[in-house]
């Protein structure tokens, strides 16, 4: 099977030239066949400190948070790798909407250093619902944990989160509907004692892992945490 794959990636390699998919540039022979190169991942931009030590959220040190003040309880620390900026925001969109599944790999790498990942934590990538599964052969989060798992050595869980029902795509909505939304939007099976980390590829305003992480919670999970690749700008009215 492992011969199989390789062959496979050796075709791949072959009908692609190793040109970065974001820039066009070459990927040099080191990088193996890593679909992104080193440039395009060096101008991801990180999301830095001072941050929410809730959701992750750049924030003044003495002031509530205004993102994270209505998350139920469970989830209680959220990071992510970069800025949804630029060629990051584009390798987000090719995962998603383009059919790159191993782009998941080089999302996976930039999140590696992530806090929530330092532990020994079970990875549980936020599902999708089964008509958006359908629609798009495969779930972008699962293929970004992973690869998480493969670099880190974690433990992927796919088994422990599934959506109870399906919810309206997030993108047009404010916070509060956002909330509302995704709201029972989950249900856990058995995390009783176990460290969870919640894997997804973007993070907007939280509302969709919070929620996940309240399941995880009334499950009975030791710990809930969180990390996404990407973290969209605030909305003037979150700022
Ligand atoms: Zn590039
Ligand atoms: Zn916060």
């Known amino acids: 099977m492992a011969g199989f794959a390789e062959a496979l990636a050796g075709v791949e390699r072959w009908l692609l030239p190793p040109a970065c998919l974001l820039c066009d540039g070459p990927v040099p022979a080191r990088q193996n066949d890593a679909l992104v190169c080193e440039l395009c991942r060096s101008r991801w931009q990180p999301v830095a400190a001072p941050l929410c030590g809730r959701c992750g959220q750049p924030a003044l040190a003495d002031l509530e948070c205004r993102l994270c003040a209505g998350w139920p309880e469970g989830l209680t620390r959220v990071r992510s790798a970069v800025w949804l900026r630029g ?10 909407y383009e059919g790159w599944r191993r782009l998941g790999e080089s999302l996976a790498d930039a999140m590696r250093g992530l806090e929530p990942l330092t532990g020994r934590v079970s990875l549980i990538p936020i599902p999708l619902g089964a008509r958006r599964l359908r629609a798009r052969g495969y779930n972008q989060s699962e293929r970004i944990a992973a690869a998480l798992g493969e670099l880190t050595g974690l433990p992927v869980r796919v088994d422990l989160l599934r959506r109870r029902r399906e919810t309206r795509t997030q993108t047009a909505l404010t916070p509060e509907g956002r909330q509302a939304n995704v709201a029972g939007a989950f249900e856990a099976g058995l995390v009783a004692g176990l460290a969870c980390v919640l894997v997804d590829d973007v993070f907007t305003t939280g509302a969709t892992l919070a ?3 309240a399941a995880l919670h009334r499950a009975g999970a030791r710990t809930v945490e969180g ?8 909305p003037v009215s979150l700022a």
């Open 87 to 96: 060629s990051a925001r584009d390798a987000v969109h090719r995962l998603k």
């Open 227 to 234: 990390v996404t690749f990407a973290r969209a700008e605030p």
């Open 211 to 213: 929620e996940a992480g």
